[in-house]
């Protein structure tokens, strides 16, 4: 249930920016048993994710429009690390200031399911990972992996409910996902936060 | 007395010829298991199960979230090795079940003595050899071949019962074995075809065959064979020959049938891979349609009925409910058919189907085409259908690449139908889009809209070539050795790319630039013919079908796949002097640790793909499929950070030393064209690379990682060995680059060169192994 404080609106359209509504998988067929995600507001990712010890942001090839791109930077400004997986890595070329690192979803997936992974920056293997802007199916997957195999916290921030997170928002329009980003830089330390 | 004598002589030739070499030959369940193992421990499996459930049996529904034991005690991790497998095992039967279909019938035809006749070769059939310990000679030599892959089937299938195998290690090593045994299949099945029906034979010059849904000329009867099996197509070909009917009727085929047709008579085209099956039956054109085996659609008779085409089926595996009308007379089943009272039939005699087909064809074709019969809407009702759009985006999520088909149906009610177009080359021609809750017939209305590129699509395939000759291979030997060609590239499997056929041709056209040699089979072999450059022209007509660097070879059909890892086996044998016979684990080693080849499986969705990707992986291939890839479950992953647990034997001194991660994977997948490119370059590097090959293997690593994802490759440093192993043209830069970033290896700086490398020997012995040899030296 969405406490009523909780609830913002877009800034432009005034749309409600609720990402608790239309949880079901966006892909029909993808039900992947009884534990599911739980759909939560925006503020909710926010602060799991400004909590976390070790967070990663896991993105892929669905980030390079103008909108996404400059909140996936700016969450990267922030501090929080990036894994690049896809293509993702060639619209951050020119963040020198993130720290950026090129991966191969399905490997990384393989690694943070392994304790004794030193992770991207040789520090330790991370405590959560939040991703979004990967090819649906595909994320699905392999974050079904980190679900199943890992103790690793998973929350999507992706514009589609992804059942095999922990944490995830429903299916959501382009407006609102965009407001729902920001709702959870909002939540993240302004000044850069050494993970 | 005197056939007492033959007798006896052609059992002691059969004796001699069975004579067996190596270590395993045969091998059962178990063993190759330690060579499995050793595989897992490198490349460890990775689930991406599909479902957190199980219900193979009445104790479940199972939850078996968060690797949680069932009633049965078997977790997800066991669980999920135990669905590869299974999946594994239905690919490897398909291919061997047709290959039991294809002997059965030709040494029924030809007899047991016929000769296998796959070209110049010093070996008939190196999987088989591999495997079997022997060299086949004959037909007949083939059939304990199938007798030893049906058994291992059926022991396999069985580990997958409620109280069998409990181990997942074990399940992979089962699913690695099935892999291994659908190559075998794959292999009897394509050298049964070749030597029986005069198919290419390591043909460098195959003809061309045209290719595309607007090649057919559409005022003829058209006949469209679909499936895999060319045996009934093929007498349909033989009494259009006899009886001169090429002029009048068009025959073409649909998947992998397309491919035999056209190394069985030049007279036939293809319309395309299987994305394109229920889009040609949907256009109304087929008069008839002739199905067999493998790939055909579980709807294809009602899709057919609706547009009254007949459906002849000729294959028991494959009957969609018809009836057997095998022992009636044609005219009868061409009245049948004609007068609608029959929506087709099951015909299991060849000669009747040849006779028929062409003869049923002749006489509703007219009848169709008289009566415009297509399932296409007309302009004004396409206008209707996409005003009726709630944008509901259903389609888009039932679809299995996720397409934006709401937003073309929105920019085509203002007149636009350019975002159709586009969705039309990207759309894998599934239908599931038609589960509109406004009933619009999503693929049709796609359809309708790119009528214009539709009728302009047709382009040229070069006709499977079969096996790679041995003269090939010695010719290329030293361009292989040296790095000249970088790799070996497969680009094999199905159609369910994601993003569009484009996809695959861009990167054949990127790596044939490079020198790579791209071998390519079944729907992806197709499918790149299907683009051109600025002249004109496809990669067939602008690369020849040789095995050297940077030329395009297509195999053949799905079964032809099997040429890939005997090109392989056999440039261990000629190139490197290994043993063959029932020496698989040696083989397999050799290369893992020096065979440069990687396989594609861009738009691998079948069971037989998992099958054949698996089946390489067990030989040391590494294979890369799309991002529908994660679907299969299971993935193998190497870690290259787990230093300790590396080590690889030198064979001149039997010494270990520390080794590369190379290959990095064994089965993995990558999300886009972008991310795919780099990782293939990378996956051609070898621990039994010359310092010249490392360097030129580096350079296009590099080079493909800068040009697509705009970086300078993370991990290029940990493939230098020695200063040689540097791309001589950034030499400089790069120098400079691993001074920071690997303290491990001394660097004299004023001399620019590596001086000692306290990981890697220096100077590593071109030959390294996982094993000690196996075999004593022949």
């Known amino acids: 249930m969405t406490k009523k404080e909780d609830v913002k609106t877009t800034r432009h359209t005034g749309k409600t920016i609720d990402t608790t509504r239309h949880a079901t998988p966006f892909d029909t067929g993808n039900i992947p048993g009884p534990k599911t995600a739980r759909a939560v507001m925006p503020a909710v990712s926010g602060k799991i994710l400004a909590r976390a010890q070790r967070p990663l942001l896991i993105v892929g090839s669905q980030i390079h429009d103008k909108e996404i791109l400059e909140r996936v930077v700016t969450i990267g400004r922030r501090g929080i690390q990036i894994a690049a997986a896809g293509n993702a890595y060639k619209s951050l070329t020119d963040q020198k200031e993130l720290d950026v690192h090129q991966v191969n979803m399905h490997a990384l997936a393989a690694y943070l399911c392994d304790p004794s992974w030193h992770g991207l920056d040789k520090k330790g293997n991370y405590d959560l990972v939040a991703f979004f802007g990967i090819t649906y199916y595909y994320a699905s997957q392999i974050i079904a992996t980190l679900k199943n195999f890992s103790k690793i916290k998973v929350i999507s921030i992706d514009k589609y409910y992804h059942p095999n997170a922990n944490i995830s928002f429903g299916n959501l329009k382009n407006d609102i996902f965009t407001a729902a980003l920001d709702e959870v830089i909002a939540q993240l330390p302004k000044v850069k936060k050494n993970f | 007395m005197k056939l007492l004598q033959q007798t006896r002589t052609k059992f002691v030739e059969q004796e001699e010829k069975l004579i067996v070499e190596g270590p395993t030959p045969r091998p059962g369940l178990i063993d190759l298991r330690n060579w499995d193992y050793r595989i897992i421990d490198t490349y460890n499996p990775l689930y991406t199960s599909q479902s957190d459930t199980c219900d193979y049996c009445t104790f479940g529904k199972c939850d078996l979230t968060c690797n949680k034991r069932?009633?049965?005690?078997?977790?997800?991790?066991?669980?999920?090795?135990?669905?590869?497998?299974?999946?594994?095992?239905?690919?490897?039967?398909?291919?061997?079940?047709?290959?039991?279909?294809?002997?059965?019938?030709?040494?029924?035809?030809?007899?047991?003595?016929?000769?296998?006749?796959?070209?110049?070769?010093?070996?008939?059939?190196?999987?088989?050899?591999?495997?079997?310990?022997?060299?086949?000679?004959?037909?007949?030599?083939?059939?304990?071949?199938?007798?030893?892959?049906?058994?291992?089937?059926?022991?396999?299938?069985?580990?997958?019962?409620?109280?069998?195998?409990?181990?997942?290690?074990?399940?992979?090593?089962?699913?690695?074995?099935?892999?291994?045994?659908?190559?075998?299949?794959?292999?009897?099945?394509?050298?049964?075809?070749?030597?029986?029906?005069?198919?290419?034979?390591?043909?460098?010059?195959?003809?061309?065959?045209?290719?595309?849904?607007?090649?057919?000329?559409?005022?003829?009867?058209?006949?469209?064979?679909v499936g895999h099996n060319v045996v009934a197509s093929g007498y349909i070909l033989d009494h259009m020959d006899w009886n001169g009917l090429f002029d009048k009727i068009e025959i073409a085929g649909l998947c992998c049938t397309a491919h035999e047709l056209t190394r069985y008579n030049k007279n036939t085209k293809i319309i395309g891979s299987m994305s394109k099956q229920l889009k040609y039956i949907r256009s109304g054109i087929p008069d008839v349609l002739v199905v067999d085996e493998q790939c055909v659609r579980a709807d294809i008779l009602r899709e057919a009925k609706e547009l009254f085409i007949p459906v002849i089926a000729t294959n028991d595996k494959c009957t969609h409910g018809l009836p057997d009308r095998s022992n009636d007379s044609i005219d009868e089943i061409i009245d049948d058919l004609v007068s609608g009272k029959q929506a087709g039939a099951l015909i299991l005699d060849f000669e009747k189907v040849g006779e028929l087909v062409p003869r049923l064809a002749m006489k509703i074709g007219p009848i169709r085409k008289a009566k415009g019969i297509t399932a296409i809407p007309t302009d004004e009702d396409f206008k209707k259908l996409v005003s009726k759009c709630t944008n509901c985006l259903k389609c888009t999520r039932d679809c299995p690449q996720s397409l934006p088909i709401a937003d073309a149906m929105e920019a085509a009610t203002n007149g636009d139908i350019s975002k159709f177009e586009h969705l039309h080359e990207k759309c894998v021609g599934c239908g599931i889009c038609d589960n509109c809750p406004a009933g619009i017939p999503v693929l049709n209305v796609i359809e309708k809209a790119s009528q214009r590129i539709i009728k302009l699509e047709k382009g040229r395939v070069r006709i499977g070539k079969g096996q790679i000759s041995d003269d090939e291979i010695i010719k290329e030997a030293m361009n292989l050795e040296l790095g000249i060609t970088p790799g070996v590239i497969a680009l094999v499997g199905c159609s369910n790319y994601p993003d569009g056929t484009k996809g695959i041709y861009d990167v054949a056209e990127e790596m044939l630039e490079r020198g790579y040699i791209v071998l390519t089979s079944g729907c992806s072999a197709m499918d790149i013919g299907l683009h051109k450059n600025a002249d004109g022209k496809t990669l067939y007509e602008r690369y020849t079908g040789k095995f050297s660097r940077g030329n395009l070879l297509n195999a053949g059909s799905c079964v032809s796949n099997a040429h890939i890892g005997a090109t392989t086996i056999k440039i261990a044998s000629i190139l490197a002097g290994i043993q063959t016979k029932g020496n698989y684990e040696e083989i397999a080693d050799f290369v893992l640790n020096a065979v440069g080849a990687v396989g594609i499986a861009w738009g691998a969705f079948s069971q037989k793909a998992f099958a054949i990707a698996t089946g390489c992986n067990r030989l040391g291939i590494p294979v890369v499929t799309g991002p529908q890839g994660a679907k299969y479950r299971r993935a193998l992953i190497g870690k290259p950070y787990k230093k300790?647990?590396?080590?690889?034997?030198?064979?001149?001194?039997?010494?270990?030393?520390?080794?590369?991660?190379?290959?990095?994977?064994?089965?993995?997948?990558?999300?886009?064209?972008?991310?795919?490119?780099?990782?293939?370059?990378?996956?051609?590097?070898?621990?039994?690379?010359?310092?010249?090959?490392?360097?030129?293997?580096?350079?296009?690593?590099?080079e493909l990682s800068e040009k697509y994802l705009k970086k300078m490759p993370d991990d290029w440093h940990i493939y230098v060995r020695n200063e040689t192993d540097i791309p001589i043209a950034k030499k400089e830069q790069l120098l400079k680059l691993l001074d920071e970033k690997r303290r491990t290896i001394n660097i004299d700086k004023d001399k620019e060169k590596i001086i000692g490398n306290s990981l890697l020997k220096f100077g590593t012995p071109v030959h390294l192994t996982n094993i000690p040899p196996l075999c004593e030296e022949v």
């Open chain 2, 70 to 225: 069932g009633a049965c005690g078997i977790d997800l991790e066991t669980h999920s090795a135990r669905e590869g497998m299974m999946t594994c095992i239905m690919g490897a039967a398909c291919h061997t079940a047709h290959a039991r279909h294809l002997l059965n019938y030709f040494i029924n035809r030809y007899g047991n003595d016929h000769p296998i006749d796959v070209g110049p070769t010093s070996l008939n059939a190196p999987v088989t050899e591999v495997i079997m310990g022997f060299q086949p000679e004959t037909m007949g030599d083939f059939r304990p071949v199938l007798d030893y892959v049906e058994e291992q089937l059926t022991n396999l299938i069985s580990s997958a019962h409620t109280g069998q195998e409990g181990s997942a290690r074990d399940f992979e090593s089962k699913t690695l074995h099935a892999g291994m045994l659908d190559h075998l299949g794959m292999e009897v099945a394509e050298i049964t075809q070749i030597s029986c029906l005069g198919f290419p034979k390591s043909d460098e010059n195959a003809p061309l065959a045209e290719i595309g849904m607007g090649i057919l000329d559409q005022d003829k009867p058209i006949v469209i064979c």
């Open chain 2, 644 to 702: 300790e647990e590396g080590g690889i034997m030198s064979t001149n001194d039997d010494s270990i030393v520390n080794s590369e991660p190379a290959p990095e994977h064994l089965m993995i997948t990558a999300e886009t064209k972008d991310d795919l490119l780099p990782l293939i370059a990378k996956l051609c590097i070898r621990p039994g690379d010359t310092s010249t090959a490392r360097a030129v293997k580096l350079t296009h690593y590099i």
